[in-house]
């Protein structure tokens, strides 16, 4: 098989599965109890917890470990929502937003807790933050923008809005698709909460971390018990952080990786061009891994189940919107009609791709998109 879908979920790493092993075997104490068993489940948890903050510069009494991108996201919107004097707090966000952003603030929107604000994408898939500035108002509590959007890999000024917005606001990014991507600094960034998922690079699914910077105000969204210093209940997903820290701690050798990546995507892209009446969504400046392209005339579902049957495993949006036949909403903010949004695939690769894999992927597409076409 040829997958071609780290955009959705990466393999896992093999180092990962050594570093897990003890956890499924003896090593299974709690780790809040009060033996020694339990003691060496928490030492590997807290040396996960400093692998994930390094990975991000921040502190390891920063990061809290939760259950994925998701909750992490969800935490964050919510939990600051929540956490003010103001009534009707005000939300700001972007059109491109994944559905994990965007339904959380909307939500909030509808049941008159917030007020809200999208910020529309240009036909490139980009924003600005004179845009993000625009929209601002008296009682903004949070800015909650992506660092790259998943479906086009398109980046977003993420540094230049932080000190636009000189800390009028709590700024959430969610970095889901930039962490193993791109190098990633906290203090660079300027945000003051930052989500991350583990299985977008190399660990567990059902794993993430929500970095809260010294001083942010924030509601736990998960009460419970007093895990993570109270600020998420639960007994911890000991197997999934440790994988999160294993899979943190290989990032530099995956970002050693990206120049040949971002060569392998560029040349794949190349080729996909030459299909005839094809285009990219989305320009520069984007994370090196993904192409979304679109193929006029292509249904992308029936491009998909060729491609399907020739071993290769693609997507057509987020993996969250696959099966619903609806097309995307970043490529419609974009300015796409249904039609041709529905005739975009997504292709994005990782460290073990070579010359060879993009070969093959070419060459089924050759095949593959005119029968699409019909
Ligand atoms: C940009 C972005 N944010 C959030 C998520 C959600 O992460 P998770 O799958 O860990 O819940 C994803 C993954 O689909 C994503 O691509």
Same mark, same amino acid.
């Given at each position: 098989?040829?997958?071609?879908?780290?955009?959705?979920?990466?393999?896992?790493?093999?180092?990962?599965?050594?570093?897990?092993?003890?956890?499924?075997?003896? =090593?299974?104490?709690?780790?809040?109890?009060?033996?020694?068993?339990?003691?060496?489940?928490?030492?590997?948890?807290?040396?996960?917890?400093?692998?994930?903050?390094?990975?991000?510069?921040?502190?390891?009494?920063?990061?809290?470990?939760?259950?994925?991108?998701?909750?992490?996201?969800?935490? =964050?919107?919510?939990?600051?929502?929540?956490?003010?004097?103001? @009534?009707?707090?005000?939300?700001?966000?972007?059109?491109?937003?994944?559905?994990?952003?965007?339904?959380?603030?909307?939500?909030?929107? @509808?049941?008159?807790?917030?007020?809200?604000? @999208?910020?529309?994408?240009?036909?490139?898939?980009?924003?600005?933050?004179?845009?993000? *500035?625009?929209?601002?108002?008296?009682?903004?509590?949070?800015?909650? *923008?992506?660092?790259?959007?998943?479906?086009?890999?398109?980046?977003?000024?993420?540094?230049?809005?932080?000190?636009?917005?000189?800390?009028?606001?709590?700024?959430?990014?969610?970095?889901?698709?930039?962490?193993?991507?791109?190098?990633?600094?906290?203090?660079?960034?300027?945000?003051?909460?930052?989500?991350?998922?583990?299985?977008?690079?190399?660990?567990?699914?059902?794993?993430?971390?929500?970095?809260?910077?010294?001083?942010?105000? *924030?509601?736990?969204?998960?009460?419970?018990?007093?895990?993570?210093?109270?600020?998420?209940?639960?007994?911890?997903?000991?197997?999934?952080?440790?994988?999160?820290?294993?899979?943190?701690?290989? *990032?530099?050798?995956?970002?050693?990786?990206?120049?040949?990546?971002?060569?392998?995507?560029?040349?794949? @892209?190349?080729?996909?061009?030459?299909?005839?009446?094809?285009?990219?969504?989305?320009?520069?400046?984007?994370?090196?891994?993904?192409?979304?392209?679109?193929?006029?005339?292509?249904?992308?579902?029936?491009?998909?189940?060729?491609?399907?049957? =020739?071993?290769?495993?693609?997507?057509?949006?987020?993996?969250?919107?696959?099966?619903?036949?609806?097309?995307?909403?970043?490529?419609?903010?974009?300015?796409?009609?249904?039609?041709?949004?529905?005739?975009?695939?997504?292709?994005?690769?990782?460290?073990?791709?070579?010359?060879?894999?993009?070969?093959?992927?070419?060459?089924?597409?050759?095949?593959?998109?005119?029968?699409?076409?019909?």
């Amino acid at each position: 098989v040829l997958y071609v879908d780290h955009n959705a979920t990466a393999p896992i790493l093999p180092a990962v599965r050594d570093a897990i092993e003890p956890l499924l075997g003896e =090593a299974f104490a709690n780790p809040s109890s009060p033996y020694g068993a339990a003691r060496r489940v928490r030492e590997r948890l807290e040396e996960a917890r400093a692998q994930v903050a390094s990975s991000v510069g921040a502190a390891p009494s920063e990061v809290v470990f939760v259950s994925g991108g998701t909750e992490a996201i969800e935490a =964050a919107l919510w939990g600051v929502a929540m956490g003010g004097e103001a @009534e009707r707090p005000h939300i700001v966000t972007a059109r491109d937003e994944h559905t994990a952003t965007l339904s959380v603030a909307r939500w909030l929107a @509808e049941r008159g807790v917030a007020e809200l604000t @999208e910020i529309p994408v240009d036909a490139d898939g980009h924003w600005t933050p004179a845009d993000v *500035l625009e929209a601002l108002r008296p009682h903004t509590r949070i800015v909650s *923008l992506m660092h790259a959007n998943n479906e086009t890999g398109v980046l977003h000024p993420i540094a230049e809005v932080a000190r636009a917005l000189g800390g009028r606001a709590t700024l959430h990014v969610d970095a889901v698709q930039t962490w193993g991507k791109i190098p990633l600094d906290v203090n660079q960034l300027g945000c003051d909460l930052l989500s991350l998922s583990a299985h977008k690079i190399g660990g567990l699914k059902g794993t993430g971390a929500l970095v809260v910077r010294g001083g942010t105000r *924030l509601e736990p969204l998960i009460r419970g018990g007093l895990q993570e210093r109270g600020r998420r209940g639960g007994t911890e997903n000991a197997v999934g952080i440790v994988a999160m820290g294993c899979a943190a701690s290989h *990032l530099p050798e995956r970002l050693r990786q990206a120049p040949a990546i971002r060569a392998l995507r560029n040349r794949l @892209e190349a080729g996909c061009l030459t299909q005839g009446d094809a285009r990219i969504n989305g320009t520069e400046p984007r994370v090196g891994n993904t192409v979304n392209v679109e193929f006029a005339g292509v249904d992308a579902e029936s491009l998909l189940i060729r491609l399907d049957l =020739a071993g290769i495993c693609a997507s057509s949006a987020s993996a969250c919107t696959t099966g619903t036949a609806r097309p995307s909403h970043v490529l419609t903010a974009m300015g796409r009609t249904p039609a041709e949004a529905m005739g975009a695939v997504r292709f994005s690769l990782g460290p073990e791709h070579t010359d060879q894999d993009v070969d093959r992927l070419l060459e089924a597409l050759r095949e593959a998109v005119p029968l699409a076409r019909e």
